[in-house]
C-alpha cells in the first residue's frame, strides 16, 4: 500500500531529515547558511562573525558567535544532471529539514534531542583540528540513536588542513568504517575544487561573485588520476565486504555499474556500516553542492530506517510498531518545547506515523488527556509559516498544547502508544539566583518555570534549609545564558551567588540500619518501626530496593510509605546533606501496632533507619570530575600542564599534532571555575580546550572539611 497521502507536495521517498553536529567552531551554521543559500532558501549569505547566520537568530548566538538552541530549518534541493556524471535522484525534488545544533558541551541537550528524531547527520570536522571532545560526544550520541551519517572535513583552506589526517582519526578514535567520496583538491590557499571518488571526476568551483555557485566538471588529470583510482578501488573493496549485491558481483567478477556502486554505498550507510567522507571548505563556498548530492544519495528517507518501536504505557513489555505511513494513526514525538514571544508555547515535534490537520485534537499517553491544535507552524528559525496538515516523516511545532513536556509522544485520540524519549545528563553545577526586587520575584519564578520547561539539562529548586532558588544546569556559559535570557525576554533582572558545584554522597560497605518512631502524646499515637540493609551499588546504577519481609511484620498497606522514606533519605546524605547515589536497599523486618501505626510512622521509621545506615556503611563525598582537553602550542605545554596539576588534574596523556600539543587530563569541576582566563594567560592567548563531564570521584579528606563547612555554614 502507497505511504504517501495523494495531497503530499513532497513524498516519503523524497524527505531527508538531517542534523548538522560537531564541535564548536567547526563550522556547522556556515555550513548551513551555504546550503540555504545554494538551495534557493535566501539570498544573501549571512556569516556567524558579523552576526548574519540565519540559524543563529538569538542575540546571545549573534553576539557570542557560536549556536545555543538548534534551529530548524526546511529546504528543497534537485540534484542537477550532469553529463558523465551518475546521481541516484537526478531532476527530482527532494525536501531536506535541516537542523543545525549547537557544538558547546553546555548545549549537549540540543544535540541529544535533535539525534532522537533525525534520520541522518553529517558531521563537521576542523580539517586542521580533526576528532575533537565534542565531536567524540556528538558521535556516540549519533551511535546511541543508530543515525546514519557522513562526515565532511571542512576549513580545507585553513594553514595546516590535512584531509587524510582527519579520515584516519575518524577511522582509529571513533572506530568508523570511514570512505573517501569528494576529495579535496589542493589545501589552504590552494583548494580548488573536488575529485568525486565514484563518478571519478574533477569538480573546480569557480572563484566568481556568486559565491561559489558555478562549477565546472571536468576529467582527472596528472596525479589525481592515480589519487582517484586508490581511492576508487578501496570504495569499492569497503561496499564489497559489507553489501551482499555489490559483493557478490565483485567477487564473480562482473562489472559494478556507477549506479549499482551508489545503491550499495547507500545501504552500507543507512545501515551504520559505512561513513562517507567529504572535504572542502563551507566559508569559501568549496564543495557544498556535492556535497548536498550525497545528503540525497546516500542519507536514508523515512522509509528507510526501521519503523519506530513504541510501548503500550500499562504495559512495558508490549511492543507497539510504528509504520512510516500517512494512512496510520497519528504517532508523534514532542522533543523540544520552546517560548516564543509572538505565539507562546511552541511544541516542536517529529511525525513517525499518519498525519495531523489545524484544529485536531491530541492524545497525550503520559497525562491521558486529549487537547487541541490551535496552530501547525513550519519553522524556519526564528520565522514561522502556517501550515494546515503535516505529514508523516515531517518536522513541525504546534501551538496550543499546554500540558507537555520534552520526550512526550502525542497522538491520535484513545491510541496508547509510547516512543522512547530522548535521554539527558544530569547537571554538574549550580547557584542561587534571587530577584532585585520584590516586585521581580512573581516574574522570576514564572520565568524559571518556562525555562526549565525548555531546557530539560535546567532545573530549579528551592533550598529548604536556606530558602534560595537555586538554578543548575551543564556549565558556566548554561548558566550564563539563562541568566541574559531572564533579562531580555523576560524582563526579569536577577542577583545570583557564586556556582556551586553538584556534589554526591555514596556508601563504600554494607551496613545494616534501624529506625524507629514512638509517639504518645494521649490519644491516638505515631508508631513504626523499620529494619533494612544498605550496601553499595553498581557504579551508575542508582538506587535498587528490595522487600525481604516475611511474615508480615510490616503490613502491605505501610510497604509503600518505607519505599517512600528510603526515596526522601537519598536526597540529602549524612556527609554533607548532598543526594546519595548508587546503593542497593534490602528491608528486612520491622513491627508494627494495631492502633498507632500509620503510613507517616512508617515513613518516618525508614529515613531514620536510611540515615542510622548510611553512619554505619562509611559515607563518602563524590565530586564531578571533568574531561579536560588542551590544545597549546609546544613553548607552553609545561607551564599548562603544571597549572593542570595544581587544579589536582591527573594528566592521562599527550599527543603531538604539528606544533601543537594535546593534553588530556580528568581535573574537578570545582579547580576549573575561571580556566578560560587562566590558559589565556598562561599561553599568551595561544591555547584553547574543551571540558566535558566525565564521571564522580571521591573528594581527597582535606577537602572534605572545607566543603562541609562551606556548606552546612561553620
Not at 599568551?684 to 571521591?698: L, V
Request: net charge negative.
Amino acid at each position: 500500500m502507497n505511504p504517501n497521502s495523494p495531497n503530499r507536495q513532497y513524498v516519503l521517498e523524497r524527505t531527508r531529515n538531517i542534523g548538522i553536529a560537531a564541535h564548536i567552531d567547526a563550522g556547522k551554521t556556515t555550513l548551513t547558511e551555504r546550503i540555504l543559500f545554494y538551495t534557493g532558501m535566501i539570498h544573501k549569505i549571512g556569516e556567524v562573525h558579523d552576526g548574519g547566520a540565519t540559524t543563529d537568530w538569538m542575540e546571545q548566538e549573534r553576539e557570542r558567535g557560536i549556536t545555543i538552541t538548534s534551529a530548524a530549518v526546511t529546504t528543497e534541493w534537485w540534484q542537477h544532471a550532469e553529463e558523465g556524471v551518475t546521481k541516484l535522484f537526478p531532476g527530482q525534488k527532494q525536501r531536506i529539514n535541516i537542523i543545525d545544533t549547537p557544538g558547546h558541551v553546555d548545549f549537549t541537550a540540543e544535540v541529544e534531542r535533535s539525534l532522537r528524531v533525525l534520520d541522518g547527520a553529517i558531521v563537521v570536522f576542523d580539517a586542521v583540528a580533526g576528532v575533537q571532545p565534542q565531536t567524540e560526544t556528538v558521535w556516540r550520541q549519533a551511535t546511541k540513536y543508530n543515525v546514519p551519517r557522513l562526515v565532511f572535513v571542512n576549513k580545507m583552506d585553513r594553514t595546516g588542513a590535512d584531509f587524510d589526517n582527519v579520515v584516519s582519526e575518524v577511522k582509529e578514535k571513533l572506530g568508523a568504517n570511514a570512505v573517501r567520496i569528494l576529495i579535496p583538491i589542493g589545501a589552504e590557499d590552494q583548494l580548488i575544487g573536488q575529485i568525486d571518488v565514484v563518478n571519478q571526476k574533477a569538480v573546480y568551483f569557480s572563484d566568481d561573485d556568486k559565491f561559489g555557485s558555478t562549477y565546472t566538471v571536468r576529467d582527472l588529470e596528472g596525479d589525481l588520476v592515480d589519487l582517484c583510482k586508490q581511492a576508487h578501488d578501496e570504495l569499492i573493496n569497503a561496499v564489497a565486504d559489507v553489501d551482499d549485491q555489490v559483493g557478490e558481483k565483485f567477487l564473480n567478477e562482473e562489472v559494478i555499474t556507477l549506479e549499482e556502486l551508489k545503491q550499495g554505498l547507500r545501504r552500507a550507510t543507512i545501515a551504520n556500516l559505512l561513513v562517507p567522507v567529504a572535504g572542502g571548505s563551507a566559508f569559501k563556498n568549496k564543495g557544498v553542492q556535492y556535497l548536498l548530492d550525497a545528503v540525497v544519495d546516500y542519507l536514508p528517507s523515512p522509509l528507510d530506517i526501521p519503523a519506530a518501536i513504541g510501548m503500550n504505557p500499562d504495559n512495558e513489555e508490549e511492543k507497539i510498531e510504528v509504520i512510516t505511513s500517512d494512512n496510520e494513526k497519528f504517532v508523534s514525538l514532542a522533543f523540544k518545547l520552546w517560548a516564543d514571544k509572538f505565539v507562546g508555547k511552541l511544541v516542536f515535534f517529529r511525525v513517525y506515523s499518519g498525519m495531523i490537520k489545524k484544529g485536531d485534537t491530541v492524545y497525550n499517553p503520559r497525562t491521558r488527556r486529549s487537547e487541541r491544535v490551535g496552530r501547525l507552524i513550519q519553522i524556519q528559525a526564528n520565522e514561522h509559516k502556517d501550515i494546515d496538515v503535516c505529514y508523516s516523516g515531517d518536522i513541525a511545532a504546534m501551538v496550543g498544547i499546554k500540558n507537555v513536556t520534552t520526550g512526550d509522544t502525542l497522538a491520535a485520540e484513545r491510541h496508547d502508544v509510547v516512543l522512547e524519549p530522548p535521554t539527558f545528563p544530569e547537571p554538574v553545577i549550580s547557584m542561587a539566583v534571587e530577584p532585585k526586587t520584590i516586585a521581580d520575584q512573581e516574574k522570576l519564578a514564572l520565568a524559571l518555570g518556562r525555562l526549565s520547561e525548555e531546557d530539560p539539562t535546567f532545573m530549579v529548586k528551592t533550598d529548604e534549609e536556606t530558602g534560595q532558588t537555586i538554578i543548575s544546569g551543564m556549565g558556566e556559559l548554561h548558566l550564563e545564558i539563562i541568566i541574559d535570557r531572564l533579562r531580555r525576554e523576560f524582563k526579569v533582572e536577577a542577583n545570583t551567588g557564586a556556582p556551586q558545584i553538584a556534589y554526591r554522597e555514596t556508601i563504600t560497605q554494607a551496613a545494616g540500619g534501624e529506625g524507629k518512631l514512638v509517639k504518645q502524646s494521649g490519644g491516638r499515637g505515631q508508631y513504626g518501626h523499620v529494619i533494612l540493609s544498605v550496601k553499595p551499588n553498581e557504579k551508575g546504577k542508582g538506587l535498587t530496593i528490595e522487600n525481604k519481609v516475611i511474615g508480615g511484620t510490616i503490613p502491605k498497606e505501610y510497604i509503600n510509605a518505607v519505599y517512600k522514606g528510603i526515596n526522601e533519605s537519598m536526597t540529602n546524605g549524612i556527609v554533607a546533606g548532598y543526594p546519595v547515589i548508587d546503593v542497593h536497599v534490602e528491608i528486612l523486618d520491622g513491627s508494627y501496632h494495631d492502633v498507632d501505626s500509620n503510613e507517616n510512622a512508617f515513613t518516618m521509621a525508614a529515613i531514620f533507619a536510611m540515615k542510622d545506615g548510611f553512619k554505619k556503611a562509611s559515607s563518602i563525598l563524590l565530586e564531578p570530575i571533568m574531561s579536560v582537553e588542551v590544545s597549546t602550542p609546544d613553548d607552553y605545554q609545561g607551564d599548562v600542564m603544571g597549572d593542570l596539576i595544581r587544579r589536582r588534574g591527573q594528566i592521562q596523556n599527550t599527543e603531538s599534532k604539528g606544533k601543537l600539543s594535546i593534553i588530556h587530563a580528568a581535573v574537578p569541576l570545582k579547580t576549573m571555575f575561571g580556566y578560560s582566563t587562566a590558559v589565556r594567560t598562561l599561553s599568551s592567548g595561544r591555547a584553547s580546550y574543551a571540558m566535558t563531564p566525565s564521571h564522580f570521584e571521591q573528594v581527597p579528606t582535606n577537602i572534605v572539611e572545607e566543603i562541609v563547612s562551606d556548606r552546612l555554614g561553620y
